[in-house]
């Protein structure tokens, strides 16, 4: 393995597929959306990993706790 293939896997390729796997547990952690918008995410993250990582963090609430409290 030359020197750019290590570097392209270790600083590209590996912390992309932590951000992935971090945004998919995120999904399925959120306790205010509902299973069909949840598969929809995962599959437009599947399709799309940069484009759609990137629209789910700014599309979703930040915490749904903190939300909860400022509507009440």
Not at 33 to 41: D, H, N, P, R, T
Not at 51 to 58: A, K, R
Not at 59 to 64: E, G, K, L, Q, V
């Amino acid at each position: 393995m030359e020197f750019w293939d290590f570097f392209i896997l270790f600083f590209v390729f590996i912390p992309l597929f932590i951000a992935w796997v971090y945004t998919v547990v995120d999904i399925f952690q959120r306790p205010d959306e509902s299973g069909l918008v949840k598969f929809l995410w995962v599959l437009f993250i599947l399709f799309l990993p940069l484009l759609g990582m990137l629209i789910y963090f700014i599309a979703r609430p930040s915490d749904p706790e903190i939300l909860e409290r400022s509507i009440v």
